[in-house]
């Protein structure tokens, strides 16, 4: 059993992720409130095309401001689908977004591959600020400026009249949300994620070791195009609405400071950045109104409070929160061991990319 | 060359007539080099004298304008320089081109070219850790043979630079080469490390071609079957060790007296 523990990638990963399938179930069903639920979806919804990203920027190296861009993509697919074909199953939705969002990160992937550094960043920032320009331009597919109502995904009949429409969002989310951080976690530690990190760190021994460098590039493009169409398709479940305001500049950017904070090409750190991302306003919102401050304060309290804690992050974890929570574990379990005197010497440390 | 007879190995690479020209710069004029399997060819030259310009149109970094290049009877010219490493041209560089990120066992699998197999990947099936297995055994018969097995869990920027020689060399064998082309594999390296690189040499020799850059000109002496040297851009002159050490030409070059050659 431990031999194929340790040999087999998809009996390890899969366990694991079984685990925390369980755990996400329980918590959803008989810990979290509505409320609650209703926020974890978004954090959710976020980790999917914060993972995507990080495939891309952290593990690629290629940067891209323009994530923001793609799950738009993915959300207004779901959303005419929707609209045209209000019976079609939720699944369906998922995988015709993943599919677009995958196309189009093909084209600009095929872009990228031909530009670098700053130049793709103002490629893709430029498909950031031009994408949501499109719907009002053909409002009688995308719905305008007003945007396309997107019809809840009803709980199955089994589960009840009563059963929550939250809950069944977050079930969906966090299902979509695992597998996607199942297959992920699986590209990453591959042969397949190893040529993402040689394209990144050095193309010319890439290519002299057999990989084609352009392919590579648009090949992680697409992957991480296809998480964030389908964060797009479930953030346009969770929104209700599908419309440009939902996909500004401000998006792609947060997405990007998420996996910053986070910890670059770090999967975890993805979800701790999203988490982030979610709950930092939340908390500074409630600590802001619980001062009795005046309303202008009070309202930049929130603002502050983020640009303090994301400087404060950089600085304190420059390799993000994960790579800042596995170094303290390192640290404390040599210091464990050589109090005891008695373990083994510290393993190798884990690899700067991981 | 004019030292092999007609029956000899039969010839891995060759390079016929080719120029090289950066924006009007004439790199590479008419520059020919044959090289034959089981034979160790050493290019020598001064600065400037065009060496890593010629590897690096044979590994397709740069195009020659004339002139042709053929690799086991096919042609290279148009082939895209990831291709090379699956028809079994490896290459070293100068600059090392480790990956910092990856331990030295990785390095050298990461040598091995192989398919994107996607979907297996993705769902981590059997058969892509089955594969990555056998590549890390490969990888490690590798660092065994070059004596730097023991240095495959660390970081390669805590290596000494001898051993990151080797490394890069292993890492280039997972292309299983006919034609191994090394860029100044002698650089950097103690009298004791490139006594063991020219045995190292000879014993690779018994499976493929090598070809090799260097400045070290003792020991491009010591190893080579043939010698091509080069001063400006153009071959001045080819054949055995014993020929270019008689040759005055080469001597002149050596000497900085270039201007009364050409």
Redesign the interface.
């Known amino acids: 059993m431990s031999t194929v523990f340790r040999?087999?990638?998809?009996v390890r990963?899969?366990l694991v992720f079984l685990g925390l399938a369980v755990v996400l179930l329980v918590l959803t069903s008989f810990v979290f409130d509505s409320f609650t639920n209703y926020n974890v979806t978004e954090v959710a919804i976020y980790a999917i095309s914060a993972a995507g990203l990080t495939v891309l920027t952290g593990i690629n190296g290629q940067v891209s401001l323009g994530h923001g861009a793609l799950m738009m993509i993915g959300a207004y697919t779901t959303s005419v689908l929707l609209t045209r074909h209000p019976g079609l199953p939720l699944i369906l939705m998922l995988v015709a977004s993943i599919a677009t969002t995958g196309i189009a990160g093909a084209i600009v992937g095929l872009a990228g591959a031909r530009l670098r550094g700053p130049y793709l960043a103002g490629a893709t920032l430029a498909l950031a600020v031009a994408l949501p320009q499109v719907p009002s331009h053909f409002a009688s597919v995308f719905g305008g400026n007003q945007g396309l109502s997107v019809a809840a995904s009803t709980p199955p009949a089994f589960l009840g009249s009563s059963f929550a429409p939250e809950q069944w969002l977050a079930w969906i989310t966090l299902a979509a949300a695992l597998v996607t951080f199942f297959?992920l976690a699986?590209?990453v530690r591959?042969?397949?994620?190893?040529?993402f990190?040689?394209v990144r760190?050095?193309e010319?021994?890439?290519?002299?070791?057999?990989?084609?460098?352009a392919?590579?590039q648009v090949?992680a493009f697409v992957v991480s195009a296809a998480c964030a169409g389908l964060a797009g398709s479930l953030f346009a479940y969770w929104v209700s609405v599908t419309s440009p305001s939902g996909f500004t500049l401000n998006l792609s950017l947060s997405l990007l400071t998420a996996i910053v904070i986070g910890g670059l090409g770090s999967l975890s750190g993805a979800v701790l950045g999203s988490f982030i991302l979610v709950y930092l306003p939340v908390w500074t919102g409630g600590l802001a109104s619980s001062l009795n401050l005046s309303t202008n304060v009070a309202n930049n309290v929130p603002l502050a409070i983020y640009g303090i804690v994301l400087i404060g992050a950089i600085l304190v974890f420059p390799r993000g929160v994960a790579g800042g929570v596995a170094s303290i574990v390192r640290g404390v379990t040599r210091v464990l061991r050589s109090s005891r005197g008695t373990g083994p010497l510290p393993a190798?440390?884990e690899?700067?990319?991981q | 060359m004019s030292s092999q007879t007609p029956d000899a190995d039969p010839v891995v690479l060759e390079v016929a007539g080719i120029d090289v020209r950066f924006e009007g710069v004439v790199a590479l004029d008419g520059v020919s080099l044959t090289v034959r399997a089981n034979q160790i060819v050493g290019v020598i030259g001064p600065n400037g004298a065009g060496k890593t310009t010629l590897f690096n149109a044979v590994?397709r970094?740069v195009t020659p304008v004339a002139g042709t290049i053929t690799y086991k009877g096919r042609s290279l010219i148009g082939l895209?320089?990831?291709?090379?490493?699956?028809v079994g041209i490896?290459?070293t560089?100068q600059g090392l081109?480790?990956?910092?990120?990856?331990?030295v066992l990785?390095n050298v699998?990461?040598?091995?070219?192989?398919r994107?197999?996607?979907a297996a990947?993705?769902?981590?099936?059997?058969s892509?850790?089955r594969?990555?297995?056998t590549?890390r055994e490969e990888a490690m018969a590798n660092l065994t043979e070059l004596g730097v097995a023991n240095r495959a869990?660390?970081?390669p920027g805590a290596l000494p630079h001898g051993v990151q020689k080797r490394v890069i060399i292993a890492?280039a064998l997972?292309?299983r080469p006919s034609l191994l082309l090394l860029d100044e594999p002698a650089s950097g390296l103690s009298t004791s490390d490139v006594n063991e690189l020219v045995d190292l040499l000879r014993s690779l020799r018994a499976r493929m071609a090598i070809a090799l850059v260097e400045h070290h000109v003792d020991m491009v002496m010591a190893v080579s079957d043939s010698i091509t040297v080069l001063n400006l851009g153009e071959v001045i002159a080819s054949g055995t060790p014993s020929e270019i050490r008689a040759n005055t030409d080469v001597a002149n070059a050596y000497l900085g007296q270039t201007v009364a050659h050409a």
């Open positions: 040999r087999s990638t998809l990963h899969g297959v699986n590209l591959s042969a397949t994620g190893q040529r990190r040689m760190d050095n010319v021994a890439a290519r002299l070791s057999g990989v084609d460098v392919r590579t090949l190798a440390p690899a700067p990319s | 590994s970094f895209p320089a990831w291709r090379l490493a699956h490896a290459r560089l081109g480790l990956w910092p990120a990856l331990t990785e699998v990461a040598g091995a070219p192989s994107t197999r996607l990947d993705l769902l981590a099936w059997p892509s850790d594969h990555a297995a590549l869990a660390s970081y890492r997972m292309a």
